[in-house]
């Protein structure tokens, strides 16, 4: 079955950086495009990025472009984010999703979900 | 950027209730809309795409409705596992929006 397993959060200092990993199995990951959404304490869902089954597309929230570097290694089946200059509005749970379209074709919807991985930015 | 405003943000029912949650878009989107489900402390999960389609699995007291600026979600019969919280989102466009969330609690 699908399974998506992020990785790679943690205490992290203002304005340090942070990479997220997002491992993945049990569907073909170089055809599907990847997502990052976010949840901070309390709140409702952000989108933050998704990425193309073959990395040539990528697109940001505004909050974090600039900011935020989504990337994938179709060989390792595996999703990133790296995050740089942290502040305390990044604190959330992160967590990455499979689109459902395949190789770029069809609207893509989030069709399966990690468990997420906590990123709390402290000094 | 679209955005999808939830209405009510907070619903008190009973099991066995139907409710019905409201998703009003900023401008036209088809139906490319999403609904989801978030139980407390756990991930979001797919239950309506495409504004009307049941995602496989997704039992049939849940269904959506709606087509450019306004979409329902609407849950029959409510039993004791629905009372979460539901987001909409939008795949019109980028970038892709979420609701702000309804909380589903128990009266």
């Known amino acids: 079955q699908v399974q998506l397993v992020e990785s790679g959060g943690g205490v992290v200092q203002p304005g340090r950086s942070l990479r997220l990993s997002c491992t993945t199995s049990?569907?073909?990951?170089?055809?599907?495009?990847m997502h990052w959404v976010r949840q901070a304490p309390g709140k409702g869902l952000e989108w933050l990025a998704l990425i193309w089954y073959d990395g040539s597309k990528k697109f940001y929230a505004d909050s974090v472009k600039g900011r935020f570097t989504i990337s994938r290694d179709n060989s390792r089946n595996t999703l990133f984010l790296q995050m740089s200059s942290l502040t305390a509005d990044d604190t959330a749970v992160f967590f990455c999703?499979?689109?459902?379209?395949?190789?770029?074709?069809?609207?893509?919807?989030?069709?399966?979900w990690g468990q997420g991985t906590p990123v709390t930015v402290s000094a | 950027d679209i955005q999808l405003t939830q209405s009510p943000s907070f619903l008190s029912a009973s099991v066995g209730d139907r409710v019905t949650i409201t998703c009003r878009a900023s401008q036209a989107i088809s139906s490319y809309l999403a609904w989801f489900q978030q139980e407390s402390g756990k991930a979001p999960r797919l239950l309506i795409y495409a504004a009307s389609t049941l995602q496989s699995g997704v039992p049939s007291r849940f269904s959506g409705s709606g087509f450019g600026t306004e979409f329902t979600l609407t849950i029959d019969s409510l039993q004791p596992e629905d009372f979460a919280t539901y987001y909409c989102q939008q795949v019109h466009s980028y970038p892709r929006t979420f609701g702000q969330g309804t909380k589903l609690e128990i009266k």
């Open positions: 049990g569907f073909t990951f170089s055809n599907h495009g």
């Open positions: 999703a499979r689109d459902n379209s395949i190789r770029g074709i069809g609207i893509g919807y989030l069709y399966n």
